[in-house]
């Protein structure tokens, strides 16, 4: 059974050996699944779930992201980390006084002391091992919060993903989101980790070192600091306007760059039977190009900004041997004093090294917190209402009440449409490609609201509902069904997690799927490989059949595969049809003359208005456009010809 479409199926299954047959990569290779076994043996048991799903937000998902709205919940790690920056900050810069206290109380001649050197020499010591333990518990703290604080912003832009209505998804590229999910969250995380601790660590160092030398010589300190500063702060405002610009730009690009990566290897069945390979190299190469492009101009701007800070820093330390000299030749600085103030000034210009480096961590992570806020802020389209109510249990009654649709609102698709489809009746949509049948069908599970008009069910406007209810109520079989990695058994139970065994097994003998799956290695337990791939259209069309058959829905949505079936695959699916329609109201969006015969109505859909409604029989009572299309189909030889689009 099944032609060719099952042949070389049956085959896919045989032996458990995915690559054997040249087939990609399906699971784990045999020679693996000790070492898997024993990672899988030490992997740390999660806790359960309390995540629930509300369509509405919670009060604090819908708080504004911003860095101390993310660190908020974990408020034990922000003061132990604060208290960690500060101390080392201290700790680290007693290095020079001891210096200058062991040369001027330990060395110079009338103040030669073995104790004072060795003293001095303990405690250096001492703090800098100290110094070594603080950084490591800062790490630790800072790395926990970071890791805490993405774990749950995952989970949050992920959540906001599934509120998120189907215009949305159909606007964005699916790379582009990606890329949040990636590359903006991994920038948060280097932010947390590194980028605030050693900006704080960084800042708080040149304001101790800035009162150390101004409590050592005020004369002094006031040269050095007040003539570079100055110069310093100038430059690092042209550096902040420069590269923010790159910055924002880079994630642009990234995102442009993992759209067209994510594209090219989603289609890249259609990719090679169109020999379009030089073509999307080509196309590649420009959306690299335009990366590498931004990635050498924030690297000229980091490359003009550095240098100069180090040049400025050595103008410094010049400026401080003549005037500290003439000083210390003057008996106005000691010459402890004055070494102290050289390493002092050095370690002045280090944090500013530092906070250029980490000015882009700090840049990238801003503009990622920007995008993701973007993001999270992006309402549903299509959104409960504050009173929405839960829908009870519906008859199944549709109607359609004047809707005027357009996915641009300037550009209608539906036009006043009025329609009424009654409990348990079977309506097919028939006519032409693009006229609006789909788009009617994704109004009545409320993927999108009319622009104009009602749509009702069982006289309660959908509008006033729950998504949950209304969406429990109702089976939607797409065009493409879509299947998710697992086995066949998780994809049926995909609705529901509790659905018996039993239930699944009537299930695949209601819709036909009994050979196939008496044919598989592991029956239903055998895995489908991403998307399905590994099946056949019809035998996909069939287990999203099963799928909605299982849910047990009120009012059944089918949009019939547009790919040809082979003749028995049709009969296939039109008995599982028959036995599911049972007693529901359906619609059908028939791309098949025999499917739309089989339904109790018909209705024409031409430009987006309905033009001819009708039993079957009615229909072809009289000249109109359904019968036209009749009479084209049995011209062509019936079942060849069945296409109504
Ligand atoms: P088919 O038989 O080919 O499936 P259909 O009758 O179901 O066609 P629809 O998918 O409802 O047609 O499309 C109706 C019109 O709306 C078409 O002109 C189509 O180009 C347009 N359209 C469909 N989806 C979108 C979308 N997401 N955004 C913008 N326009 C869309």
Known sequence: ????????????????????????????????????????????????????????????????????????????????????????SLVLQAGPKLTEYAIDHGMLLGHHSVTVIAWCAVIYLALAI?????????????????????????????????????????????GVLMSRMTSDIENLQQLLQDGIT??????????????????????????????????????????????????????????????????????????????????????????????????????????????????????????????????????????????????????????IQLLVQQYSTLQQGRASIIRLRQLLETPPSVDEADDAVVLPPVQGRITFDHVSFGYDPARPVLHDVDLEIAPGESVAFVGPTGAGKSTMAKLATRFYDPTQGRVLIDGVDIRTVTLKSLRRQLGVVPQEAFLFAGSIRTNLRFGDANISDQDIDDAIDVVGLRDLVDRLPQGLDTPVHERGQTLSAGERQLLALARAFLARPRVLILDEATSSLDLHSEIVIERALDRILEGRSAILIAHRLTTAQRADRIVVVERGRVVEIGTPAELLTHDGPYRSMYDAWLASGGRDATRTT
Not at 29 to 37: C, I, R
Not at 67 to 86: D, E, H, K, M
Request: glycine residues 10%; hydrophobic residues 45%; charged residues 15%.
């Open 1 to 88: 059974m099944w032609g060719g479409g099952f042949g070389g199926g049956g085959g896919m299954f045989q032996g458990g050996s995915a690559s054997a047959n040249g087939l990609p990569f399906g699971g784990i290779p045999t020679e693996l699944m000790d070492e898997a076994t024993k990672l899988l043996a030490t992997e740390p048991e999660r806790e359960p779930s309390r995540l629930r799903f509300t369509q509405r937000p919670s009060e604090d998902e819908r708080r504004r992201l911003t860095l101390t709205q993310v660190v908020r919940n974990y408020p034990r790690y922000v003061v132990s980390g604060s208290a960690l920056v500060i101390v080392t």
């Open 130 to 174: 100290m110094s070594a333990f603080l950084q490591r518990a800062q790490v630790v703290v800072t790395g926990t919060l970071a890791s805490r604080v993405m774990h749950d912003l995952r989970i949050r832009v992920f959540t906001h993903f599934q509120r998120l209505s189907l215009d949305f998804f159909t606007d964005e590229k699916a």
């Open 198 to 351: 050693q900006f704080a660590l960084q800042g708080l160092t040149m304001v101790v070192i800035t009162v150390i030398l101004f409590t050592t010589n005020v004369v002094l300190a006031a040269w050095t600091i007040l003539l570079v500063v100055p110069i310093l702060f100038a430059m690092s405002i042209w550096f902040h306007q420069a590269s923010e610009r790159g910055y924002l730009l880079t994630r642009d690009r990234i995102a442009n760059l993992l759209a067209d990566l994510s594209e090219s290897l989603y289609g890249i069945r259609v990719v090679t039977a169109h020999n379009r390979q030089a073509r999307n190299i080509i196309n590649h190469r420009h959306v690299v190009g335009a990366y590498r492009d931004v990635n050498n101009y924030t690297g000229r701007v980091s490359a003009i900004y550095g240098p100069s800070t180090n040049m400025i820093g050595i103008l410094g330390q010049g400026l401080l041997l003549g005037i500290g000299g003439h000083m210390v030749l003057a008996h106005q600085l000691s010459i402890g004093a004055l070494i102290a103030f050289f390493l002092y000034l050095n370690r002045f210009f280090q944090p």
